[in-house]
């Protein structure tokens, strides 16, 4: 019945140039903010959780020491290339959706299903090359229900409320991982079967998503207001120019510079607490837990408080720039640190640059957006390529950092280099003129 009743209330008049999605809209509705950050949350459990720290671990149990950080810069490399490509390529479609169900609904539906069936390959591989296929699988359907969760945005949210929501989702994105990690340690701890990492988180997106599908009031897009598809525009329109849209270019690489740091130190977290300290898995899962506990909680606040200043100052721009140094400062000290003791000063920096950045980071690139009236999930679906490629080159240039001095373990080059990256993504922010 909810979803009969979304569909017949659901907004039938597309935007326009003249009359934008925000033109006039009374801000969001608790209900339709609770699901929306719920199904956000939901997602990057099943998402981010293989990222942090359940992939590595399936990789590690079907490889060798020796090979194991080759295995799985090959597992996350061909994945997030398919993530590469089809986050903008199903935001574009997105924008052109004319199913009785709405513009972003059809997405949503059969991404997350047909990601809960790329997770699932890769709880029962037996071998490596399966959950290569499987992590490609799942990277391609969920980056398309990502760009549809995106998209709504700049679809349902009123200008005026959204830094707070995006500081809600920047919370959920990065609570996300702790529930997965938490998860993943309670199962590896008792001794059960491996698939329950996958399997669990797999089911929690596939919920989440289908009760926001369930009650959005989706944009309907009129047949008659789409324009003949022609293949050589369609990929053209991917092109957003830096000339045009110096803005835009800026948000993207200080976005593309920050998640690059964030991808060093992310993928290799696990075997960096293992090799450095000599874990074993349940322990290292453990000491991950710990520390997304102390770097949640900062998170929350520097996320809540970020977001509550930037609306009331109409300032986003400083607390990005500031947002990434913290999180550089906080990626230096795991680069130095030789005790266990001192991860948590890492994780509380981390933390709390992280909850700042993720705070107003999507309200930036909201303001800035090219063609928010007409080609919202497109440019959203551009800008996630800021997200997906250094998923991509970080895993391949990782090992380069690592092997520097012997043993191929050097985690203090690799996450210094990350802490340089970083900072650098805070100086790409200051260049942004079209946002305070």
């Known amino acids: 019945m909810a979803d009969v009743q979304a569909l017949a209330t659901a907004d039938r008049s597309p935007a326009s140039p003249h009359h934008p999605p925000d033109a006039g809209r009374a801000p969001a509705g608790t209900g339709t903010v609770v699901a929306y950050v719920l199904a956000f949350f939901a997602l990057y459990i099943a998402v981010l959780t293989p990222v942090v720290s359940t992939l590595a671990l399936k990789v590690d149990a079907l490889s060798t020491p020796e090979t194991r950080a080759a295995n799985l810069a090959v597992v996350t490399g061909v994945g997030a290339f398919f993530a590469f490509v089809a986050n903008p390529v199903a935001g574009a479609l997105s924008d052109r959706t004319t199913s009785r169900l709405g513009m972003r609904r059809p997405w949503l539906l059969w991404g997350v299903l047909l990601g809960a069936v790329g997770l699932l390959l890769i709880a029962f591989a037996p071998s490596i090359w399966v959950v290569v296929i499987g992590w490609a699988v799942t990277q391609a359907a969920m980056n398309g229900t990502q760009a549809a969760l995106q998209a709504l945005l700049p679809d349902q949210v009123a200008e005026s409320q959204r830094a707070r929501v995006s500081s809600l989702l920047g919370m959920a994105q990065q609570l996300a991982p702790l529930v997965g990690i938490a998860l993943a340690f309670g199962f590896t701890a008792a001794g059960a079967n491996e698939i329950w990492i996958f399997v669990v988180p797999t089911l929690l997106a596939v919920v989440g998503v289908l009760a926001l599908v369930a009650v959005l009031k989706d944009r309907r897009l009129d047949p008659a207001d789409v324009a003949p598809f022609h293949l050589g ?4 329109g991917f092109w957003v120019s830096p000339r045009r849209h110096p803005d835009f270019a800026w948000t993207f690489l200080g976005r593309f510079l920050m998640l ?3 991808a060093l130190y992310n993928t290799y977290q696990l075997y960096f607490l293992i090799d450095r300290f000599g874990f074993d898995d349940a322990t290292a ?5 710990r520390l997304m506990v102390v770097q949640a909680a900062v998170m929350v606040v520097a996320s809540l408080i970020g977001g509550v200043l930037s609306d009331r100052t109409g300032r986003r721009k400083i607390f990005v720039v500031v947002a990434t140094l913290l999180a550089g400062a906080g990626l230096l000290t795991f680069a130095l640190v030789q005790g266990p003791g001192m991860l948590y000063l890492g994780a509380l920096l981390f933390g709390a640059g992280l909850g700042a950045y993720f ?3 999507l309200a930036l690139v ?5 063609n928010a009236e007409t080609e919202a999930a497109k440019n959203m679906g551009v800008f996630n390529i800021a997200n997906a490629l250094p998923q991509s080159v970080a895993p391949a240039l990782a090992p380069v950092f690592l092997a520097v001095g012997a043993g191929g373990n050097n985690y203090t080059a690799l996450f210094a280099v990350s802490a340089v990256v970083v900072a650098l993504g805070a100086v790409a922010t200051l260049f942004i003129r079209g946002a305070r």
């Open 233 to 236: 525009a369609f990929l053209k």
């Open 260 to 262: 690059f740091g964030f």
């Open 285 to 289: 899962l453990s000491w991950q837990l």
């Open 359 to 361: 705070a107003v980071d």
């Open 366 to 370: 909201t303001d800035v957006l090219p």
